[in-house]
């Protein structure tokens, strides 16, 4: 099973910018990022797929977060721009042989956006 190790993340005021990076212990076709916040469903933010590195991000979150990867490091980047108090929760990377099933999942990384 592969490895995901997570590590960014904090606490930022609103208008802020965070990055996650997620390393996994080898190369996965589907690396996404969810976000689940107290008392909400989890949400899949963003994810990169595919040797061409396809891309999806959810509806609350493009225009301000990206995602990338470091093939050589086999880590993948969130960088979250415009923080805002709905963006607050904890961070979970997660990844699979593809997009429908994702049977490896980071630690976790809580994200606090407030005054």
């Known amino acids: 099973q592969v490895q995901l190790v997570q590590s960014g993340g904090g606490s930022v005021q609103p208008g802020g910018s965070l990055r996650l990076s997620c390393t996994a212990s080898r190369y996965m076709f589907c690396v996404a990022w969810f976000r689940q916040a107290p008392g909400k469903e989890r949400e899949e933010v963003a994810r990169?797929?595919?040797?061409?590195?396809?891309?999806y991000f959810g509806d609350s979150v493009k225009g301000r977060f990206t995602i990338s990867q470091d093939n050589a490091k086999n880590t993948v980047y969130l960088q979250m721009n415009s923080l805002t108090p709905e963006d607050s929760a904890m961070y979970y990377c997660?990844?699979?042989?593809?997009?429908?099933?994702?049977?490896?999942w980071g630690q976790g990384t809580q994200v606090t956006v407030s005054l």
């Open positions: 990169i797929f595919g040797r061409s590195r396809g891309i």
């Open positions: 997660a990844a699979g042989g593809d997009c429908d099933y994702f049977g490896s």
